[in-house]
């Protein structure tokens, strides 16, 4: 079972930078696949990043492509969203899930969605 808990997000002024960790206390980490969706107001949830469950392979979202950067660490069960040169439209809540099944670029593909974590960018 994936037990999933995002930190990491705040305030932070265009430019910048975050990184936004998905611990997972669950004992299933290393075997799935896993992901990074975000929602801003208003808006439906959107695809960010998605990262193989060996870390072999990363896919990243046109919109974040050169700025973000997702990684994982079997060792300690723990999944990263590296997110440079932000935006006022990166502005959103972060989740991470696990990839279940249906492309990687499909929210509805992820299941065992943590609680979110809140990014702001200033302009």
């Known amino acids: 079972q994936v037990q999933l808990v995002e930190s990491g997000g705040g305030l932070v002024q265009a430019g910048g930078s975050l990184r936004l960790s998905c611990a997972d206390s669950?004992?299933?980490?290393?075997?799935?696949?896993m992901g990074w969706v975000r929602q801003a107001p208003g808006k439906e949830r959107e695809f960010v990043a998605h990262i193989t469950w060996n870390g072999g392979r990363t896919y990243i979202a046109d919109s974040v492509k050169g700025r973000f950067t997702i990684s994982r660490d079997t060792t300690k069960n723990t999944l990263y969203l590296q997110m440079n040169n932000l935006r006022p439209e990166d502005t959103a809540v972060y989740y991470c899930?696990?990839?279940?099944?249906?492309?990687?670029?499909?929210?509805?593909?992820?299941?065992?969605w943590g609680q979110g974590t809140q990014v702001t960018v200033s302009s």
């Open positions: 669950g004992p299933t980490f290393s075997s799935y696949a």
């Open positions: 899930a696990a990839h279940y099944s249906g492309p990687y670029t499909y929210p509805t593909a992820y299941r065992n």
